[in-house]
């Protein structure tokens, strides 16, 4: 219930921020007006003492979130990925935020088990380990399947874990209706937008069916993939509350000792998990949106192993061609391209001026290109580019910022793998392949071809439909509008003869 009896969850918000010294960060980056940073003040000062301490070794924000809980800690994760919200420096500092947890019995483990797939635990697992890793909204088990021998990993929801975080939700929800109303200038970043954004992430990772989803649907874009897996899902054996997974075998990746002591090639392993990124979010549009050192694996033959489903990111078709053409443009420093994209795909107001925004462009790729190679970096590139596109009043867009965020993580992979590792040259051969495949002619027949096949399931229905539509437009509408009405219908049956006589070239 979002009602006045979470004033108290907030006070003792308030109270750790001020304890922790977060508070004037928080404010800071958030850049708060100076009326709201008082009320923050007057009301979480005097109950500073009722603030929990949180651990001195981590910075402010980090300290604060992480001693509030597995709400709050998962709240900062995502926050990390919205720098449009929380500014670049804080989101940095959220990056680095762990959900490393106490675990829960094992005992409780093996009853949620029981309960979810409906069967004797000893029926499905000949061993069942203690807790190998406890986050904040589940921990993992290894074991062993009874009828087939296969050592699997068990994922279990936290008990009681719906029920806490839709509290602390709910308490969110209060704080961002009221710094609304006291700060109408807020409004500019939606702060019940952004509670509500975070409250979608959550219930999604709080039904280990979906992640079991996500998991199948990585695998099998990825089954190709040279150098990388994904485990595979036992569905049978996976519910709402309880996920399985085949075992791996790996050294992590943010392990560079054990990964030089197994003799794997860290140069090489750098520039593959880049690549392989790129791949996944121009190609699939699906990619995996949370791929740190702790998500990754190295295996025994040097495969790059992916882990934890939870957070996906999704960009459409229309998308990845611009994303690709931008990232195509800096890497040729055709700038006027870059900025002929960004008005193109509408995310640009066409009433600017394209050579002012491609004089802002030149701004944002020449200082990137001027670095040494071991230091140039995409995430950097597209962080600076949402800065420029904003003052030339580009609306924001969550999916490029998840894009953006995850960029900058994987990059921190790929620098810690090999620290000379030149970014543009890695990330070219993969971008020109998917601009030689998606932009140009070819694509050009393959959006007709599509498009073919589209009229063609409606094409009984085209000539009612095109009726209705012109009847529509004509009803009491001046004559000017119903001669524009017929010029587009007419485009429209030109536009599907022309579709057709290309798929039948195609066909």
Avoid: C
Avoid at 218 to 244: C, E, I, L, Q, Y
Avoid at 476 to 495: C, Y
């Amino acid at each position: 219930m979002r009602g006045p009896h979470n004033i108290w969850r907030l006070v003792r918000t308030g109270a750790t921020l001020e304890r922790t010294g977060a508070m004037g960060q928080v404010l800071e980056a958030m850049e708060a007006p100076t009326h709201l940073r008082l009320i923050a003040r007057i009301l979480g000062w005097p109950f500073k003492w009722l603030g929990l301490k949180g651990d001195p070794e981590l910075p402010p924000a980090t300290r604060a979130l992480t001693a509030l809980g597995p709400a709050y800690i998962k709240f900062g994760q995502i926050m990390s990925t919205r720098p449009d919200v929380v500014g670049d420096e804080l989101a940095m500092q959220l990056r680095v935020l762990q959900d490393k947890l106490p675990p829960f019995p094992r005992a409780q483990a093996l009853r949620a088990v029981r309960d979810e797939l409906q069967m004797p635990v000893d029926e499905l697992f000949s061993e069942f380990s203690e807790p190998i890793a406890a986050a904040s909204i589940a921990q993992v088990h290894r074991a062993r399947l009874a009828t087939t021998g296969e050592e699997v990993a068990v994922k279990v929801l936290r008990p009681g874990i719906e029920k806490a975080f839709q509290t602390d939700i709910d308490a969110f929800y209060l704080a961002a209706w009221m710094v609304e109303t006291l700060s109408p200038s807020s409004r500019r970043l939606r702060p019940q937008g952004v509670i509500q954004h975070f409250e979608s992430v959550v219930h999604a990772e709080l039904d280990l069916r979906l992640e079991s989803s996500a998991a199948a649907e990585f695998a099998s874009n990825t089954a190709k993939d040279d150098g990388f897996r994904v485990p595979s899902v036992h569905w049978f054996m996976s519910g709402r509350r309880v996920m399985t997974l085949g075992w791996v075998e790996g050294v992590p990746a943010g392990d560079i000792a054990a990964l030089d002591a197994a003799g794997h090639d860290r140069a090489a392993l750098g520039e593959r998990v880049l690549r392989l990124f790129l791949s996944h979010a121009l190609r699939d549009g699906y990619f995996h949106a949370d791929m740190h050192q702790g998500n990754l694996k190295i295996g025994p033959d040097g495969d790059i192993i992916a882990l934890d489903f939870g957070i996906m990111g999704r960009i459409d078709e229309y998308t990845r061609r611009a994303y690709a053409e931008i990232l195509f443009g800096f890497i040729r420093k055709d700038y006027r391209r870059v900025a002929e994209v960004h008005f193109e795909a509408g995310y640009v107001p066409p009433d600017r001026d394209v050579d002012e925004f491609a004089q802002a462009l030149r701004s944002v790729g020449e200082p990137i290109f001027g670095m040494d190679a071991s230091r140039i970096s995409m995430g950097k590139l597209l962080a600076y580019l949402f800065e420029v596109t904003e003052r030339f009043g580009m609306e924001t867009r969550t999916e490029l910022i998840l894009l953006q965020r995850t960029m900058v993580v994987v990059e921190g992979v790929a620098r810690s793998l090999n620290p000379q590792i030149n970014i543009w040259r890695v990330a070219r051969p993969v971008v020109e392949d998917y601009i030689r495949d998606n932009v140009g002619p070819r694509a050009l027949a393959g959006d007709l071809l599509k498009t073919a096949r589209v009229l063609a399931r409606f094409g009984p229905r085209l000539p009612q439909l095109t009726e209705a539509a012109l009847l529509q437009q004509g009803r009491g509408e001046p004559q000017p509008r119903r001669r524009a009405s017929s010029e587009a219908a007419a485009w429209f049956v030109a536009g599907a003869a022309l579709a057709g006589l290309v798929a039948a070239i195609l066909a």
